[in-house]
Structure formats: C-alpha cells, structure tokens
C-alpha cells in the first residue's frame, strides 16, 4: 500500500488538550482487574503509576468507529493507511504524584512521522508526547510510540525471537483468558476489534488469537514493580518485541538492580515479548 509521508508529516506539530477527573471506580476496577487486594480507594490517595492510561479515554461516536474497532483515522493522529496498528512502547518520566479527586489535564502533540521499510512492507512510526498535569503543575510526561504496518505475506516466517533472562528474582504467571482482555478493554474504553473479537483477529487479521494488549502488559510490569520494591517511580521505558496471544499462559518477570529494575514479559517458551526498565 502506498504511503504519502510528505502529507502524513503535516500532522506534526497538531496538538490536543484534554480535560479528566481522577475517579475512585477505575481505580478500584484495576486493581481488582490486576487481582490485587487493595482498599477501597480514598480522596487523596496517589494513583499508582501507569494507571492514568485509564482516563482521557477515547470517545468516538459509533459511527466514527472503523471497520477495526478504533476510531476512524485522521482527526489527532494521521490518518495513516496501512492496516495494522500497535503500541509499540514509551518513555515516561513521574515528577509528581496524581491523587484521587483531582481535576487534571493531559495535552499531546504529534512529534513525528517517519516511514521506514520492513521486512513484510511499509512501517510508519508515529510519536505522540503527553503532558499531564494537576493544580500544582505538570506531574508527568510520556512519549508514546505507534506504530503502523502491513500485514505479513502469505508464508512470510516470523522473526527471529529473543530468549528471556534466565532465573528471574521475580515472577508471576498469567492467563491472558477472554475475560481479562474484555474488562482491561472495558477499563480503557478500547474497541479496537483484536483485543475481544476472536473472528476478526482470526479472520481478518491472521493472527492466532486475542492480541494481549499492550498497555496491559506494560502495566503489569509496572505492577510487579509496585509488588516486589513498593516504591515509586521516577521513570519508566518500555519496548514491544512480538505479540503475546491468550492461547497460552505468559510470565511477568524481573529483577532489581542499584536504583530500580528490569523487567519483561517473555511467552510460555521464553521468548521475549516485550521489555522495560524502571528507575525509583
């Protein structure tokens, strides 16, 4: 499929700025989503890092939404052609905690739009930078990476995987079942089609199941953080490397270091799906 970057490029510099509430029911929705035992949530209490992905949500009428799930392209983002669309990792940094019960404020702007050719075709990278703040003033930054591609020739061989770290100090083991991917996309008001709909992600799509999110997993490594070290964070970056699928279990794993920790998701035979690095 053709790709016109020069007019894709004229999306950089856009900006949006939107308007939320840290609410106590998402909050509580996660945690229970993450099987944690927490308390009930209380005015004050510090949102856990990562979580602000569950306000600002996307609310596109129903007859904006694509043949995907997503809303249709253009608007904020590009209206990038090619079919597949994935999170493809991010940069945070955490300047100052967001608390229950207040008012906040995230404004974005497309950095960048590149093109690059992959082995199975087109990839357009599309850079999105976050500023969310409070009454106080900004509380984070993130750089969000999205990536766009073809889907792979008939017969193409995947790529060569990574193997996961051996003996990890820690690690918990996850179903990835319909339920869990159906309330996370509930949470974050996700349509998109590959996360719940297993004919179209089978059909349409070609893949061999429901897509775990990626957010998700990104969240659960921040969440294993939370268990094993119970400090906050100051930054955290983390890179996708191959799809996790619910047809099998996956592993949440880490291990300390001098000032945070490394982390990743690695798949039922050790391969390595997506990684992160987290600093306290």
Known sequence: MSVDIAHLRSWIGRTETLEDT????????LSATLDRDDPQPSP????PELWHWLYFLPRARQSE???DGHPRRGGFLPPVPLPRRMWAGGR??????LRLGEQITRTSEIVDVTLKEGRSG?????????????ADGLALTEEHDIVYRDPPAPGEASPAARMAPASPAWRRDVTADDVLLFRYSALTFNGH?????????????????LIVHGPLLATLMADLFRRELGRPM?????????????????SVCGNPGEDGASLWIQDREGR???????TF
Not at 44 to 47: E, T, W
Not at 198 to 207: M, S
């Open 65 to 67: 939404i694509g043949e």
């Open 22 to 29: 840290v609410g106590s029911f998402p909050m509580s929705a």
């Open 92 to 97: 945070l940094a955490f300047i100052a905690p």
């Open 44 to 47: 004050g209490d510090v949102l």
């Open 193 to 209: 089609r590959i996360h719940y709909d297993r004919r179209y992600v089978t059909e349409v799509e070609g893949y061999p199941g």
């Open 122 to 134: 087109n990839l357009v990278f599309v850079l999105v930078r976050h500023m969310v703040s409070n």
């Open 234 to 250: 100051t930054t955290f970056k983390f890179r996708a490397l191959r799809p996790v699928f619910d047809v099998t279990p996956f």
């Open 272 to 278: 390595l799906c997506m990684e992160a690095e987290a």
